[in-house]
């Protein structure tokens, strides 16, 4: 059984501070890791997607994936009252599977 | 730029009633379609999965079935809802996305309650 891991929070940042989210997976030979953003009552968002080790930036979001640990992780940098949704990390190529998610919420 | 459209956008209907919620896509050729379902404080669960007209994966045993009958539609249908399938219905289209890699996005979902 393929699975992926998240806290569920809630984390709890401040306006302008650094909102780090994590997941781990346990199917070793995952290739496409892919961060969603879903509001209260809304559908889920692709915000990042990510296929090899390292870091991707995306303006205020960086993705960093480290295949020998199974471990993908999202930056969000000046974190804003906006960004406080539900984080969803979903791993697979053409089937995902979907952490139950961590909820984000930002202070203003 | 593609668009995927789900209705209707929320339903209730009774135990024992039957379901039909549709899915389209447009601005894209042969997607792969999905159906979720997200249950109230759960993670989403893939119902069903299609490569192309008439082809249809169940990933799960359940008193639902899928239909694709056009090349961007898909439909989800019941023929007597349990109060179980209440939930957060969202349909979903793969394929390249920005910088041509394989990904996938959803529709606007269709929120059920069975009552």
């Known amino acids: 059984q393929k699975e992926v891991e998240q806290n569920s929070g809630p984390l709890s940042v401040p306006e302008g501070a650094i909102a780090s989210l994590n997941c781990t997976y346990s199917?070793?030979?995952?290739?496409?890791f892919f961060w969603y953003r879903q509001y209260s009552g809304k559908s889920p968002e692709l915000i990042m997607s990510?296929?090899?080790?390292g870091d991707k930036e995306d303006g205020r979001f960086t993705a960093q994936l480290n295949k020998a640990s199974q471990y993908v992780s999202l930056l969000i940098r000046d974190s804003q009252p906006s960004d406080s949704a539900t984080y969803l990390c979903?791993?697979?190529?053409?089937?995902?599977?979907f952490g139950t998610g961590t909820r984000l919420l930002v202070s203003p | 730029s593609q668009t995927i459209h789900q209705w209707p956008a929320t339903l209730v209907q009774p135990v024992g009633s039957p379901l039909s919620l549709e899915c389209t896509v447009e601005?894209?050729?042969?997607?792969?379609l999905y159906w979720y379902r997200q249950a109230a404080g759960r993670g989403l669960q893939l119902l069903f999965y299609?490569?192309?007209?008439?082809?249809i994966s169940s990933e799960v045993p359940q008193n639902l079935s899928a239909s694709r009958p056009q090349d961007r539609q898909f439909i989800l249908s019941s023929k007597k809802l349990l109060l179980s399938d209440s939930g957060f219905y969202l349909c979903?289209?793969?394929?390249?996305?920005?910088?041509?890699?394989?990904?996938?996005?959803f529709g606007p979902g269709t929120r059920l309650t069975v009552t």
């Open positions: 979903a289209w793969g394929g390249p996305g920005t910088g041509g890699v394989y990904e996938q996005y």
């Open positions: 199917d070793r030979v995952s290739q496409s």
């Open positions: 990510i296929y090899s080790n």
């Open positions: 979903a791993v697979g190529f053409q089937k995902l599977v």
């Open positions: 601005g894209t050729s042969n997607p792969n």
């Open positions: 299609s490569v192309g007209i008439g082809q």
